[in-house]
């Protein structure tokens, strides 16, 4: 009689923590136009090593962006630490789209696009992400979409820098 009421208890368990790894879903989205065009944009993106001379979020990266191709990062992290992140590339648009996946599914994973669009005035830059998985029940990523602003300003400072 108690095995089964344990058996019980064990599958209630499972199936929670199952229904809250398939529905823990929270994402961030960071946008700004800046005045120049997707190309240039396009190669400070995709040049990885020289990610640390201006992205204060992934402050170090190697690989090479090409599809099926893994980028592992150093991200800042809220506290300021560092914190290790591979990611591969799903998805790779010359001068219009990266996409990214990575984590670990039911825990948490992510899917990162980076969006280029020419508009009036330069290239509206999007960094969406979208994260799932239990751990988001109980994280915040609010500091992330933040991050990715402050990244999208530096990515438009280095671009004013080479000219």
């Known amino acids: 009689m108690l095995t089964s009421k344990w058996t019980i208890a064990a599958l209630i368990v499972i199936v929670v923590l199952a229904l809250l790894a398939i529905t823990g879903r929270k994402s961030v989205h960071a946008e700004r136009i800046i005045p120049d065009v997707a190309d240039a944009i396009w190669l400070v993106l995709t040049d990885a090593l020289a990610y640390s001379e201006w992205n204060p979020i992934s402050i170090e990266a190697k690989g090479e962006f090409q599809e099926g191709g893994i980028i592992s990062y150093q991200m800042k992290s809220v506290d300021g630490g560092q914190s290790p992140v591979e990611a591969t590339v799903r998805k790779l648009v010359p001068a219009r789209e990266i996409n990214q996946v990575g984590g670990i599914p039911g825990i948490i994973s992510f899917n990162h696009t980076w969006l280029l669009e020419p508009v009036e005035g330069g290239t509206r830059v999007t960094q969406r992400e979208e994260y799932r998985g239990i751990y988001v ?14 990244g999208l300003q530096a990515l438009e400072e280095k671009l ?3 000219k």
């Open 137 to 150: 029940w109980f994280w915040d990523p609010g500091w992330v979409e933040r991050a990715y602003q402050e």
């Open 160 to 162: 004013v820098a080479a």
